[in-house]
């Protein structure tokens, strides 16, 4: 198997006024191609830090983050943006739709980005809410759905890019025990039927159980590894 996501000994800091605050400590870790990886451990362990350092949206004070052979660290502000675009779908805690568009709308966002025609950008959108189970809700605005059937919209526009890595932070963190089991077989699925390279923080350990591998992080060190 591939190792598809690389971290090398990363060092994480923030400054607040001049004090500087460690969140990660001299970390590494390896993702193989198609893995499910759940990240858990306490608040303030760095665990959403890491996930953000993955998917490009934050930058390490040190080290390295190759993912799918390009070193992320080394991007310039446009390429990484270009890179998130076409590499990484998110799926978050709390949904992140426009609630003025439709379903159908909120998937498509991401690809009005890329070259698709507008015949092809429909049949990504038709196909993603079909996998998620929604195919009947695409002319549906958020606040006409339950908090399950966002987070399956949510998670639809993630993939509809067929993104390299999905990175999910406590995607079941705000919906009732039935809908977050639906979530967790859903992601599931995209693992075990589509192949995609998942890798989740969460704080529950139900959640966790569905993924193929558990990682544990205390003050920003993997523990147990």
């Given at each position: 198997?591939?190792s598809i996501i690389k971290v090398k000994?990363?060092?994480?800091?923030?400054?607040?006024?001049?004090?500087?605050?460690?969140?990660?400590?001299?970390?590494?870790?390896?993702?193989?191609?198609?893995?499910?990886?759940?990240?858990?451990?306490?608040?303030?362990?760095?665990?959403?830090?890491?996930?953000?350092?993955?998917?490009?949206?934050?930058?390490?004070?040190?080290?390295?983050?190759?993912?799918?052979?390009?070193?992320?660290?080394?991007?310039?502000?446009?390429?990484?943006?270009?890179?998130?675009?076409?590499?990484?779908?998110?799926?978050?805690?709390?949904?992140n739709l426009i609630p003025v568009l439709?379903?159908?709308?909120?998937?498509?966002?991401?690809?009005?980005?890329?070259?698709?025609?507008?015949?092809?950008?429909?049949?990504?959108?038709?196909?993603?809410?079909?996998?998620?189970?929604?195919?009947?809700?695409?002319?549906?605005?958020?606040?006409?759905?339950?908090?399950?059937?966002?987070?399956?919209?949510?998670?639809?526009?993630?993939?509809?890019?067929?993104?390299?890595?999905?990175?999910?932070?406590?995607?079941?963190?705000?919906?009732?025990?039935?809908s977050a089991s639906e979530i967790l077989?859903?992601?599931?699925?995209?693992?075990?039927?589509?192949?995609?390279?998942?890798?989740?923080?969460?704080?529950?350990?139900?959640?966790?159980?569905?993924?193929?591998?558990?990682?544990?992080?205390?003050?920003?060190?993997?523990?147990?590894?």
């Open positions: 198997m591939n000994n990363v060092f994480k800091s923030y400054w607040r006024n001049s004090i500087e605050i460690p969140v990660l400590n001299d970390l590494s870790l390896e993702v193989e191609e198609g893995e499910f990886l759940a990240l858990m451990g306490p608040s303030g362990s760095g665990k959403t830090t890491l996930l953000n350092l993955i998917a490009g949206i934050d930058r390490p004070t040190k080290g390295e983050i190759i993912v799918a052979d390009t070193d992320i660290s080394k991007l310039n502000e446009s390429s990484l943006a270009k890179w998130r675009a076409d590499h990484v779908g998110f799926v978050f805690q709390f949904y439709t379903a159908y709308e909120n998937v498509e966002l991401p690809l009005l980005l890329t070259k698709l025609s507008k015949a092809e950008r429909k049949k990504h959108v038709e196909t993603a809410l079909s996998i998620v189970g929604l195919a009947d809700r695409l002319n549906h605005y958020p606040k006409q759905l339950s908090g399950g059937q966002e987070q399956r919209v949510a998670i639809a526009r993630a993939i509809v890019t067929d993104p390299t890595i999905l990175v999910a932070d406590e995607p079941t963190g705000d919906l009732d025990k039935k077989t859903l992601m599931d699925r995209l693992n075990k039927e589509f192949k995609k390279t998942i890798v989740m923080v969460t704080h529950d350990p139900h959640a966790a159980e569905k993924a193929s591998r558990k990682l544990h992080l205390e003050k920003g060190e993997l523990v147990g590894v």
